[in-house]
């Protein structure tokens, strides 16, 4: 079955970093968009950063500079690091697949939490 999972969140303080992992479950993951997103409580949910099958990323203008995606196709498994953590940062983080190719569907992974104590 499709899973989508992942991992990296936990609590840390302003001005740290962290590095998030994604990893997608599929037998055809070049042939799909990668994401993140993040949502806090009450708000909608953002989206921060795509990568493309080759490697090509994508990035929400106001967070580029501290924020990178990437992805690593022979282990199905992208990444998202982030530096200069704020309080602002704090949400819940999501990986997101999108298909490219064929069936255009989507998956959502459950989301990693990240805390960025003040």
């Known amino acids: 079955q499709v899973q989508l999972v992942e991992s990296g969140g936990g609590l840390v303080q302003t001005g740290g970093s962290l590095r998030l992992s994604c990893v997608f479950s599929?037998?055809?993951?070049?042939?799909?968009?990668m994401s993140w997103y993040r949502q806090s409580p009450g708000k909608q949910r953002e989206w921060i950063a795509s990568?493309?099958?080759?490697?090509?990323?994508t990035y929400l203008d106001s967070l580029k500079d501290r924020f990178s995606i990437s992805r690593d196709n022979p282990k199905n498994t992208i990444y998202l690091e982030m530096s200069n953590l704020q309080r602002e940062d704090t949400a819940v983080y999501y990986c997101?697949?999108?298909?490219?190719?064929?069936?255009?569907?989507?998956?959502w992974g459950q989301g990693t939490q990240v805390t960025v104590s003040s």
């Open positions: 997101y697949a999108q298909r490219t190719v064929g069936d255009r569907v989507d998956f």
């Open positions: 599929t037998d055809a993951f070049r042939l799909y968009i």
């Open positions: 990568v493309n099958a080759r490697g090509a990323p």
